[in-house]
């Protein structure tokens, strides 16, 4: 199992970026899949979740409004839009796999790095 993260940077205040996570080594489309990060000093914070399908999406309160999950099951890929980017989502993004009762692989995280 191998999970891939990309997009991250550095980007200004009410900027956007676009997380790309691939996956290989599984058979993606039978896994819901998680966005999860974590902020210097800080513990882990879910951030967002996708069902197998990608009909069902969820989000944390504090990005709702703001970010968007999706998936493409052709392509293995799960995606994060950040838009309207504060320097409080400053963090290291990972994508996790979830395993059922726990996220079971993880990425190896892309940097995303809100400030003026």
């Known amino acids: 199992v191998q999970l891939v993260e990309s997009g991250g940077g550095m980007v200004q205040p009410g900027g956007s970026l676009r997380l790309s996570c691939a996956a290989s080594g599984f058979t993606f489309s039978s896994y819901d899949m998680s966005w999860v990060r974590q902020a210097p000093g800080k513990g882990p914070e879910w951030v967002s979740a996708?069902?197998?399908?990608?009909?069902?999406?969820y989000y944390a309160d504090s990005v709702k409004g703001r970010f968007t999950i999706s998936r493409d099951n052709a392509k293995n890929t799960l995606y994060l839009q950040m838009n309207s980017l504060k320097p409080e989502d400053t963090a290291l993004y990972y994508c996790?796999?979830?395993?059922?009762?726990?996220?079971?692989?993880w990425g190896q995280g892309t940097q995303v790095t809100v400030s003026s």
């Open positions: 996708i069902n197998t399908g990608g009909g069902s999406t």
């Open positions: 996790a796999r979830d395993g059922g009762y726990t996220y079971d692989y």
